[in-house]
């Protein structure tokens, strides 16, 4: 069980830790990071309490809502995102604070219905309004799809901070303490916010760009979001992330690769190691992922923030070996679009993973720059092949990076 924190005076951090849910959004590994579930408590002559926690964690955050106040005196709940994983628990609240008002936008009052059958007692706020708790106010902003079509921000003053739920989020329980200026290193939150990024809010990356546009000129003295740290030494910093992880999207992506391969029986990997080395010998930076043992929630950040991708696998039933299919799927659910591409892949008879390939690629728009197949173990004369293919998709990449640094 976690313990309240006071983030500025009056607003205090009733987040909840998460270390028991294997998936989150029944998809995304974090059995071994966890994740917080951020909610806020707003003590003044009103009493706000800002998102909630998933219905699993509903003790645990009613717990600290009782070291500091009394639920049944909550007059607002704010509600800045519909997503379960910050509103499981408010049916319970619903019983326990009788006169507490909904706040939301819009577009979440009908989810409220939808998802919790809450029709009463809902007021739905616009894009700037404000709500005045006493010396406190709230202030609304709309981030449409960060992560949510229905999201909002919260920005609370005194104290400037902004309460973002997902946005500028990450996985990660906190460990040990919540603010970013509590921790000497912070390259696995950061880390951790990147796969967070990529996997949930990666299809966004123009609302995200948005979104930062226009809470450009709040004076922010904390960043609060519903996930991951807080950042009160340094909001910049997270900001500066979501700017640059937003702009991946939008054809600012490293030119890197991403090697991804699956194998059956050792040929395609074989062939594997040649790319690679045909890579390494131009020195373009490379992570390599076999996907059948690597789950994709891993893959997405590289996959995400390079240009180049190499795709690896053999013909199955007459189609692209399955596993990687599916990775490409989530490369498409994740509009993961406009990469470079190459593949290669062993097949045993009539083949058909190529051809699979270039189908699942035709929608995300991936230019495919080489490809290479071969029947069985690759020869002596297949393995120079594939290292020349390696060797000339990685100067393509290497030039892509230079034509952008022209073109600024
Ligand atoms: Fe943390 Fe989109 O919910």
Same mark, same amino acid.
């Given at each position: 069980?976690?313990?309240?924190?006071?983030?500025?005076p009056?607003i205090?951090?009733?987040?909840?830790?998460?270390?028991?849910?294997?998936?989150?959004?029944?998809?995304?590994?974090?059995?071994?990071?966890?994740?917080?579930y951020?909610?806020?408590?707003?003590?003044?002559?009103k009493?706000a309490?800002?998102?909630?926690?998933?219905?699993?964690?509903?003790?645990?955050?009613?717990?600290?809502?009782?070291? %500091?106040?009394?639920t049944?005196? $909550?007059?607002?709940?704010? *509600?800045?995102?519909?997503? @379960?994983? /910050?509103?499981? &628990?408010? #049916?319970l609240?619903q019983?326990?604070?009788p006169?507490?008002i909904?706040?939301?936008?819009?577009?979440?009052?009908?989810?409220l219905?939808?998802?919790y059958?809450?029709?009463e007692?809902i007021?739905?706020?616009?894009?700037?309004?404000?709500?005045?708790?006493?010396?406190?106010?709230l202030?609304?902003?709309?981030?449409?799809?960060?992560?949510?079509?229905?999201?909002m921000?919260?920005?609370?003053?005194?104290?400037?901070?902004?309460?973002s739920?997902?946005?500028?989020?990450?996985?990660?329980?906190?460990?040990?303490?919540?603010?970013?200026?509590?921790?000497?290193?912070?390259e696995?939150?950061?880390?951790?916010?990147?796969?967070?990024?990529?996997?949930?809010?990666?299809?966004?990356?123009?609302?995200v %760009?948005?979104?930062?546009?226009? $809470?450009?000129?709040?004076? *922010?003295?904390?960043?609060? @979001?519903? /996930?991951?740290? &807080?950042? #009160?030494?340094?909001?910049?910093?997270i900001?500066?992330?979501?700017?640059?992880?937003?702009?991946?999207?939008?054809?600012?992506?490293?030119?890197?690769?991403?090697?991804?391969?699956?194998?059956?029986?050792?040929?395609?990997?074989?062939?594997?190691?040649?790319?690679?080395?045909?890579?390494?010998?131009?020195?373009?930076?490379?992570?390599?992922?076999?996907?059948?043992?690597?789950?994709?929630?891993?893959?997405?950040p590289?996959?995400?923030?390079?240009?180049?991708?190499?795709?690896?696998?053999?013909?199955?039933?007459?189609?692209?070996?399955?596993?990687?299919?599916?990775?490409?799927?989530?490369?498409?659910?994740?509009?993961?679009?406009?990469?470079?591409?190459?593949?290669?892949?062993?097949?045993?008879?009539?083949?058909?993973?190529?051809?699979?390939?270039?189908?699942l690629?035709?929608?995300?728009?991936?230019?495919?720059?080489?490809?290479?197949?071969?029947?069985?173990?690759?020869?002596?004369?297949?393995?120079?092949?594939?290292?020349?293919?390696?060797?000339?998709?990685?100067?393509?990449?290497?030039?892509?990076?230079?034509?952008?640094?022209?073109?600024?």
């Amino acid at each position: 069980m976690s313990e309240a924190v006071e983030i500025a005076p009056g607003i205090y951090w009733i987040g909840v830790n998460d270390r028991t849910t294997d998936l989150f959004e029944g998809i995304w590994p974090i059995a071994r990071e966890g994740v917080s579930y951020n909610a806020y408590l707003i003590r003044d002559e009103k009493l706000a309490l800002i998102d909630l926690a998933k219905a699993t964690k509903g003790e645990d955050l009613l717990r600290q809502i009782d070291t %500091l106040a009394d639920t049944a005196a $909550l007059d607002y709940v704010v *509600i800045n995102h519909m997503e @379960p994983d /910050h509103t499981g &628990v408010l #049916r319970l609240v619903q019983r326990l604070a009788p006169r507490a008002i909904f706040v939301c936008s819009e577009k979440a009052r009908e989810m409220l219905g939808t998802f919790y059958g809450i029709t009463e007692r809902i007021r739905v706020v616009h894009d700037g309004e404000t709500i005045s708790l006493g010396r406190h106010e709230l202030k609304f902003f709309e981030t449409p799809f960060v992560h949510w079509p229905e999201t909002m921000m919260t920005w609370v003053t005194p104290g400037g901070v902004l309460f973002s739920c997902d946005g500028f989020g990450g996985f990660g329980a906190l460990e040990g303490a919540i603010f970013d200026d509590q921790h000497d290193s912070l390259e696995y939150y950061e880390q951790e916010a990147l796969r967070y990024y990529s996997n949930i809010v990666a299809r966004y990356g123009r609302m995200v %760009l948005k979104a930062i546009d226009k $809470l450009a000129a709040l004076p *922010i003295a904390v960043i609060a @979001p519903a /996930h991951g740290l &807080v950042w #009160r030494g340094h909001p910049e910093r997270i900001v500066e992330l979501y700017k640059q992880w937003a702009g991946y999207s939008l054809g600012a992506d490293k030119p890197e690769i991403t090697l991804l391969y699956a194998t059956m029986y050792g040929a395609t990997e074989t062939m594997m190691n040649a790319v690679a080395r045909g890579i390494t010998a131009v020195g373009v930076p490379m992570q390599i992922f076999d996907v059948t043992h690597t789950h994709v929630s891993y893959i997405l950040p590289s996959l995400y923030s390079r240009k180049g991708v190499v795709v690896g696998a053999p013909t199955y039933e007459g189609h692209l070996f399955p596993v990687m299919a599916s990775v490409l799927a989530m490369a498409e659910a994740k509009h993961l679009t406009g990469k470079k591409a190459a593949y290669f892949g062993s097949f045993a008879w009539s083949g058909g993973g190529q051809g699979t390939f270039q189908k699942l690629v035709e929608p995300l728009k991936w230019e495919i720059l080489e490809q290479l197949v071969f029947p069985g173990n690759p020869t002596a004369e297949d393995l120079k092949k594939g290292e020349a293919l390696g060797a000339d998709f990685a100067r393509a990449i290497q030039k892509s990076g230079l034509e952008g640094k022209t073109d600024g």
